[in-house]
């Protein structure tokens, strides 16, 4: 079993970042598949990007790529979203989510998700 709590939501403006944080726990953290997902209101989750256990493999959706990265740090089961040059659009309630044995983009191929932090980017 694995639990997520996400942490670093808020109200920035267009053209500011974030870093969004999420703590596993867990002692199987270092073989899991991360992953951040979004949804705003409205509208279906959305993948946002992932991070293979390794942290040899990521990827990002063509709506972030360039300007968000994924991190995370195994001896600490926590991995990071930092968002960079954040746009309107970007706006949703961002979750993480894990997974041991998938390394997709589809959000059904997690098991494991956390409650979800708000992101509120103004224009």
């Known amino acids: 079993q694995v639990q997520l709590v996400e942490s670093g939501g808020g109200l920035v403006q267009a053209g500011g970042s974030l870093r969004l944080s999420c703590a596993a726990s867990g002692r199987t953290f270092s073989r899991y598949t991360m992953a951040w997902f979004r949804q705003a209101p409205g509208k279906k989750r959305e993948f946002v990007g992932r991070i293979s256990w390794t942290g040899n493999t990521l990827a990002y959706a063509d709506s972030v790529k360039g300007r968000f990265t994924i991190s995370r740090e195994n001896a600490k089961n926590t991995t990071w979203l930092q968002m960079n040059s954040l746009k309107p659009e970007d706006t949703a309630v961002y979750y993480c989510?894990?997974?041991?044995?998938?390394?997709?983009?589809?959000?059904?191929?997690?098991?494991?998700w956390g409650q979800g932090t708000q992101v509120t980017v103004s224009s």
């Open positions: 989510a894990a997974t041991p044995g998938y390394n997709g983009n589809f959000a059904g191929g997690y098991d494991y």
